[in-house]
């Protein structure tokens, strides 16, 4: 299993990014729910958003709620976060994570980050 993230750089405050995470060798992509997490310079990883399998309910920090949308396409084993109306503190490397907590297909996978840069 792969995850690999895309669609980081820089932006201006009040611009959108949509970051795009693709999963490889993973049939199991539809049962696992989604996360978006980030990492601020000198701050802990924090959770961003997070969507479940094939209902799509998703849940937000409260930071991103309204600005932010997370989504997912199982036939494409992709999830997406939308960003819109950045701002500065929203600059961090951001992950995307697949995790699922039970059994059967257990597991826990995480994408090795895209940075976001919001600075005018």
């Known amino acids: 299993v792969q995850l690999v993230e895309s669609g980081g750089g820089l932006v201006q405050p009040g611009g959108s990014l949509k970051l795009t995470c693709v999963a490889s060798?993973?049939?199991?992509?539809?049962?696992?729910?989604i996360y978006w997490y980030r990492q601020a310079p000198g701050k802990e990883r924090e959770l961003v958003a997070s969507?479940?399998?094939?209902?799509?309910?998703?849940d937000y920090n409260e930071s991103v709620r309204g600005r932010f949308t997370i989504s997912r396409d199982n036939t494409k084993t992709t999830a997406y976060l939308q960003m819109n109306s950045l701002k500065s503190e929203d600059t961090a490397v951001y992950y995307c994570?697949?995790?699922?907590?039970?059994?059967?297909?257990?597991?826990?996978?995480w994408g090795q980050g895209t940075q976001v840069f919001v600075s005018s």
């Open positions: 994570n697949a995790k699922k907590t039970t059994t059967p297909f257990r597991g826990d996978f």
């Open positions: 060798e993973f049939a199991l992509f539809s049962v696992y729910d």
């Open positions: 969507i479940g399998t094939r209902d799509g309910n998703s």
